[in-house]
């Protein structure tokens, strides 16, 4: 079975800075997806940014960035440039591509952009 | 406009009571599933449909009952044997398994 680990409950960023959020997954599979979804104060989960296993380039979405490191098993998320609107908690998600899968999330990070 | 509408946004019941949690989407998608979220967790899933009329359980499907007759929606209902119903519920749906998905804005269901 799959595992996502977040090992930050909470974390802390000043406006306009640079902050990482890790996230570990534990598979056999090979072929897979990794996810990084935000939910804000209104509870709404919104797709930050998705990695595909078999592509070696790291995604990036604007100001959203990942390290994906697939012998390691990490997918950790880079957000710069920080705003006040990416308070949230941010939520890493993994799924294999077989026919019948579905995710598995992590328990999450709360992220609190201050002033 | 294309999304996925859960209705209501709040919703309460007294214990014994079964209660039908909506979830439609237009986004033309195959898939579809329901989570549960508890404060500090992430989420659970309760069922998942891949298709009209078939549909599986997830890691907590007892006391909750699904229906897909159409593409378009996928009604969760909790019944009076789920010991824990208060949480908020999300619904999502993606175009195949193994995809992204897509959330509505969830349902807030607390039973007393």
């Given amino acids: ?115 | 406009d294309g999304g996925i509408t859960q209705s209501p946004k709040y919703l309460f019941r007294k214990e014994g009571q079964n209660v039908t949690l909506s979830c439609e989407q237009n986004l033309n998608h195959d898939a579809m599933y329901w989570y549960r979220q508890d404060p500090g967790q992430g989420l659970r899933l309760i069922y998942y449909s891949q298709i009209v009329n078939d549909f599986q359980k997830g890691d907590i499907a007892e006391g909750y009952s699904v229906s897909r007759e159409k593409k378009e929606s996928f009604p969760l209902t909790v019944t009076s044997a789920q010991k824990n119903p208060t949480a908020f519920y999300l619904c999502a749906s993606s175009i195949g398994t193994s995809r992204e998905q897509y959330f509505g804005p969830g349902t807030r269901l607390t039973v007393t």
Avoid: H
Avoid at chain 1, 29 to 56: C, D, G, T
Avoid at chain 1, 57 to 74: D, G, H, P, W
Avoid at chain 1, 79 to 97: E, K, N, P, R, V
Avoid at chain 1, 106 to 114: F, I, K, P, S, Y
């Fill in chain 1, 1 to 115: 079975a799959q595992t996502v680990t977040q090992s930050q409950p909470e974390m802390s960023v000043q406006e306009a800075e640079t902050v990482t959020l890790s996230c570990t997954y534990d598979t056999s599979e090979n072929n897979y997806y990794l996810f990084w979804y935000k939910q804000p104060p209104s509870r709404q989960m919104i797709l930050v940014i998705r990695q595909e296993a078999y592509k070696q380039q790291n995604a990036t979405e604007n100001r959203f960035s990942v390290n994906f490191q697939k012998a390691a098993k990490s997918f950790s998320l880079k957000i710069s440039d920080s705003q006040l609107g990416d308070t949230a908690m941010y939520f890493c998600a993994f799924t294999y591509t077989g026919t019948a899968s579905k995710l598995t999330f992590g328990t999450g990070t709360r992220l609190q952009v201050t002033l």
